[in-house]
């Protein structure tokens, strides 16, 4: 019977399972090809319209990879190849010209990565034995030869390993090679596509998005966990909606000296109806003891079995969508891994055990994986079928908090705490107050829910809602924005019946955007510009794609000022700008939509919509960030990302010229924004009126310049270093580059700059200059109270740095952790200097519940509170060397008249920034 549903789509995987075989009445052996052997079933996970978890099972989709033009010998060992399916030829485009490529079909996934290794060309350089120099010299002619040069070993050169592959293909090149040198490229061939996570390439095939309605045939349950199992026939597309989701919580407590399990807690949330359901599961043991019998030893070991079968059975009759808990991916997560691999490897009757095979409560009735990032040490776990979210992460993300510890971020968010169960001495703990721990345990659990779905964290609607321009399940966003672009990216690629690369992890320089130079001093009345949009609106007016890229200066129709040419969008409409221009839309639509639902009084889908609109402005942002980045697929990217900042600083230079020449002073500026004041504009409504002036006259097309803010009074001091005080649209203050934003400052220095930056902004400088000459003396005097001195530094693994002995924090992390208190690597250290006069500074670790015994250094402190404070008093006459020891000898009535600062007549040359920008491997910071 078949039955169809709208589904939200969470996670997606895939299992490979041998198809059933028949036998010959003849034989005694299974008659069957090897190519035949397997069957590849997708299977997505998700959630229904009626908040019903279904998993949905989709067979018969193959394994695939392109290689380009590969040998007739080559073809045929693929033809012939056990583990080959079928070959198909295609002609795609590459690098604007149509090219044959072998699609060749595989068993399984995991075979692509083994045929990558066999078979794939990985130079672009050919070295050939004393090849004729009438060769050398046609070589030479062709269009994508770097360099050629003759001798007994000449060199071949390229930028291209399918350029390369093609000179062997068409000069027989093979035979003028030494045989170490051919077996490089005997056989090989340049592979595409070959790097998508295969659960990704059904995606993008079927062109699925986060919400389909699938049609199939209800299936039985079996091992799966989900209220509906359904085999999927057809797949269509529906309205996007957001399901109530299952949340559960979970916390360990054991044993620090033996590492066995007390009790495991945790809390299921169900969003559908608001219930909560609490389960305990807890040791009949308490603390081990040293001496004892083998007999003892099995039957604690049997009781920690039974905890963590208990744990399976409960989540698996829960089945909720999310696990979450604070610190899981260090802690609890590692806990539940290596004691079951510990416990259980003994014990799998006579199957092959896998780690993790034990904790069998993903959705497909299998176990948890680890992976862990050879180059940052950094953890990841996966559980089919549900999302895993550690509460500690999104509140890294988040908020950014100074202290990172469960209690401090849970009275900071609902006025609430741990208990008070001292974790450094939980054996003791266990063995006397045993239900205590129980509900210490079922505490954490709880507050790490909480923490979870407070507003100000929100990280599964976040998630849920960037997922819809991304058309990807749940999970997969949460991978990196990299992902989010390759899913629009590679379907609009293979629409097109472009051939799709591989990463290359190649790195190089550029130069970044555009930074005015600061005028620095206290401006009044200052109309700030939000250059919304820019790097997008940039691809979109310049048709800048990789498709477009060319070498032919008669069909450029756009000249990048890199000297990057790209066709006019006449000639070919490139992918990228097709792609960011859809985004733009989009976040039109959503934004028109949270207007209209705001003028119904519906706020809650006004706020959706808000969010909406967030996620898209972050993908098409981000696209910039994309072509910059070492894993970006398409190898002609570095032409791309400098050509992008080339345009967007060129764009901003007008911008500022033009307001400089109509004789208004441009005080700041970046590629993000513009801020610049009139002499004839002295109140809010002229301001607004100029600026909305302003705005109209630049937005064209898809550029959008934004009146973002006024400003009564913006004091500037240097590139990126400014505070404001905002009185439109919304009164608030505007702080960029100065300390109170950064994490690891302490308490009264972000409360004093804070109270300085309200001062200045009052427009009373010389009172800024008193009250921080006070503040220090005070703080000299050991006038502060403990917890406003408290710093906070994140600490990795102590083996990445090469010196961590010379630090202060990572030397507070190892004291902490020989008092018995757990280390996570990345999670911030909170310490008081004590010492600041010596190297490394001295410093004792702050604890939650326990006295501190050391006494600050106050000197210290004053001195890095001076430094910090001089970058605004300075303006005013008084330095550093002033704040710490005595009165400005300048007097500061220069500074306190209510003169109005002019605006030059001549425009300011804005100075460009001299330092090469080197790409990192994340986009967060084009964003």
Same mark, same amino acid.
Request: hydrophobic content about 30%; proline content about 5%; some cysteine.
């Given at each position: 019977m078949q039955v169809s549903f709208d589904v939200r789509l969470l996670d997606s995987t895939y299992s490979?399972?041998?198809?059933?075989?028949?036998?010959?009445?003849?034989?005694?052996?299974?008659?069957?090809?090897?190519?035949?052997?397997?069957?590849?079933?997708?299977?997505?996970?998700?959630?229904?319209?009626?908040?019903?978890?279904?998993?949905?099972?989709?067979?018969?989709?193959?394994?695939?990879? *392109?290689?380009?033009?590969?040998?007739?010998?080559?073809?045929?060992?693929?033809?012939? *190849?056990?583990?080959v399916l079928a070959v198909e030829d295609v002609d795609l485009d590459y690098k604007g010209a149509a090219e044959h490529f072998l699609k060749v079909y595989v068993r399984a996934p995991w075979f692509v990565p083994k045929f990558r290794t066999e078979f794939e060309l990985q130079h672009k350089t050919l070295y050939l034995d004393n090849p004729p120099v009438e060769l050398l010299q046609r070589i030479r002619e062709e269009p994508d030869v770097l360099e050629v040069t003759e001798g007994p070993e000449a060199?071949?050169?390229?930028?291209?390993?399918?350029?390369?592959?093609?000179?062997?293909?068409?000069?027989?090149?093979?035979?003028?090679?030494? /045989?170490?040198?051919?077996?490089?490229?005997?056989?090989?061939?340049v592979f595409f596509a070959a790097d998508i996570v295969f659960t990704n390439r059904f995606i993008y095939d079927m062109d699925l998005e986060t919400c389909v309605r699938v049609t199939g045939e209800e299936v039985e349950k079996g091992e799966y966990t989900t209220d509906i199992v359904i085999r999927a026939e057809t797949f269509e597309r529906c309205p996007i909606f957001t399901p109530k989701l299952k949340i559960m919580s979970f916390d360990i407590e054991s044993s620090i000296k033996y590492q066995n399990i007390y009790c495991i807690c945790f809390t299921v949330y169900n969003e559908a109806d608001g219930s909560r359901e609490d389960r305990m599961i807890s040791s009949a043991f308490g603390p081990p003891a040293d001496g004892m019998t083998r007999e003892e030893k099995e039957r604690r070991a049997e009781d920690e079995r039974r905890i963590l079968r208990e744990f399976v059975e409960e989540v698996r009759k829960l089945d909720p969508d999310v696990v979450t808990g604070y610190n899981i991916n260090n802690f609890d997560l590692q806990m539940l891994y290596d004691r079951s691999n510990l416990l259980f490897k003994d014990r799998n009757e006579g199957k092959k055990f896998q780690p993790g095979d034990a904790m069998t409560f993903g959705r497909d009735g299998l176990g948890m994986s680890r992976r862990e990032n050879r180059t940052t040490g950094f953890v990841t776990w996966d559980v089919k079928g549900r999302l895993l979210i550690d509460a500690w992460l999104s509140v890294k993300k988040e908020l950014r908090p100074k202290r990172e510890g469960l209690g401090y971020v849970s009275n900071q968010l609902f006025n609430d705490t741990k208990d008070n169960i001292n974790a450094t001495r939980i054996d003791e703990e266990w063995s006397n107050r045993r239900d205590e721990v129980i509900r210490y345990c079922l505490k954490d659990a709880d507050l790490a829910l909480r923490i979870l779905v407070h507003p100000r964290i929100n990280t599964i609607n976040k998630l849920m809602d960037v997922a819809i321009p991304s058309k990807l399940p749940v999970k997969e966003v949460s991978g990196g924005q990299n992902r989010m672009i390759e899913s629009l990216l590679i379907r609009m690629v293979d629409r097109a019946r472009v051939v799709v690369p591989m990463a290359s992890g190649e790195q190089y320089d550029y130069e970044g955007g555009f930074v005015y130079d600061t005028k620095p001093g206290l401006w009044e009345w200052v109309i700030g510009l939000d250059f919304s949009s820019m790097y997008p609106s940039q691809i979109i007016k310049h048709n800048i794609c990789f498709t477009t890229l060319t070498k032919n200066k008669d069909e450029a129709g756009h000249t990048s000022p890199v000297g990057a040419m790209f066709l006019p969008k006449e000639k070919r409409d490139g992918i990228v700008p097709q792609m960011v221009e859809g985004l733009l839309k989009s976040r039109k639509e959503a934004k028109a939509r949270m207007k209209?639902?705001?003028?119904?009084?519906?706020?809650?889908?006004?706020?959706?919509?808000?969010?909406?609109?967030n996620a898209i402005k972050v993908i098409a942002n981000a696209t910039y960030g994309y072509f910059g980045a070492r894993f970006c697929r398409w190898p002609y990217s570095?032409?791309?990302?400098?050509?992008?900042?080339?345009?967007?600083?060129?764009?901003?230079?007008?911008?500022?010229?033009?307001?400089?020449?109509?004789?208004?002073?441009?005080?700041?500026?970046?590629?993000?924004?513009?801020?610049?004041?009139?002499?004839? *504009?002295?109140?809010?409504?002229?301001?607004?009126?100029?600026?909305f002036m302003v705005q109209q006259e630049f937005s064209a097309g898809n550029m959008h310049l934004e009146l973002e803010k006024i400003m009564e009074r913006f004091f500037a001091h240097a590139k990126k270093r400014y505070f404001g005080k905002i009185v439109w649209p919304e009164p608030t203050l505007l702080?960029?580059?100065?300390?109170?934003?950064?994490?690891?400052?302490?308490?009264?220095?972000?409360?004093?700059?804070?109270?300085?930056?309200?001062?200045?902004?009052?427009?009373?400088?010389?009172?800024?200059?008193?009250?921080?000459?006070?503040?220090?003396?005070?703080?000299?005097?050991?006038?502060?109270?403990?917890?406003?001195?408290?710093i906070s530094k994140s600490v990795n693994e102590f083996n990445s740095y090469d010196n961590p002995d010379s630090l202060v924090h990572v030397n507070v992390a190892k004291?902490?952790?020989?008092?018995?208190?757990?280390?996570?690597?990345?999670?911030?250290?909170?310490?008081?200097?004590?010492?600041?006069?010596?190297? /490394?500074?001295?410093?004792?670790?702050?604890?939650?519940?326990?006295?501190?015994?050391?006494?600050?250094?106050?000197?210290?402190?004053?001195?890095?509170?001076?430094?910090?404070?001089?970058?605004?008093?300075?303006?005013?006459?008084?330095?550093?060397?002033?704040?710490?020891?005595?009165?400005?000898?300048?007097?500061?009535?220069?500074?306190?008249?209510?003169?109005?600062?002019?605006?030059?007549?001549?425009?300011?040359?804005?100075?460009?920034?001299?330092?090469?920008?080197?790409?990192?491997?994340?986009?967060?910071?084009?964003?």
């Open positions: 490979v399972t041998p198809k059933q075989v028949q036998r010959d009445k003849d034989r005694d052996d299974d008659v069957v090809s090897l190519k035949d052997r397997d069957a590849v079933i997708v299977r997505l996970y998700g959630k229904t319209r009626d908040n019903k978890s279904i998993t949905i099972l989709c067979p018969d989709f193959k394994p695939y990879f *392109h290689i380009f033009d590969p040998s007739a010998s080559l073809r045929k060992r693929l033809e012939e *190849h056990d583990d060199r071949v050169s390229t930028d291209d390993r399918v350029y390369s592959q093609k000179l062997l293909n068409k000069y027989g090149l093979l035979d003028y090679m030494a /045989p170490k040198e051919r077996e490089k490229f005997y056989n090989r061939a209209e639902a705001r003028t119904k009084g519906d706020t809650d889908m006004a706020e959706y919509y808000n969010r909406l609109q570095r032409y791309i990302a400098p050509s992008i900042t080339s345009w967007a600083r060129d764009e901003i230079r007008t911008v500022v010229s033009t307001l400089e020449g109509r004789g208004y002073t441009v005080i700041a500026g970046d590629t993000d924004s513009v801020f610049f004041t009139s002499k004839d *504009h002295r109140d809010l409504d002229s301001c607004k009126l100029l600026g702080v960029r580059g100065y300390e109170p934003r950064r994490t690891d400052s302490f308490d009264l220095q972000s409360e004093t700059m804070t109270k300085v930056f309200q001062i200045v902004l009052d427009g009373k400088p010389d009172e800024a200059v008193r009250f921080s000459k006070d503040t220090i003396d005070r703080l000299l005097k050991g006038n502060a109270d403990l917890s406003t001195l408290i004291q902490l952790q020989q008092m018995g208190y757990e280390f996570t690597p990345g999670m911030k250290t909170p310490f008081v200097i004590t010492n600041g006069s010596c190297q /490394p500074l001295r410093a004792e670790p702050v604890i939650e519940g326990v006295e501190f015994a050391g006494r600050p250094d106050y000197k210290y402190y004053a001195e890095r509170l001076a430094m910090a404070l001089a970058r605004i008093t300075e303006a005013f006459g008084c330095d550093e060397r002033t704040l710490m020891q005595g009165n400005s000898q300048r007097t500061l009535d220069l500074f306190c008249e209510e003169k109005k600062p002019e605006a030059k007549v001549a425009p300011v040359i804005p100075r460009e920034p001299s330092k090469k920008v080197k790409t990192k491997s994340t986009l967060d910071m084009f964003l």
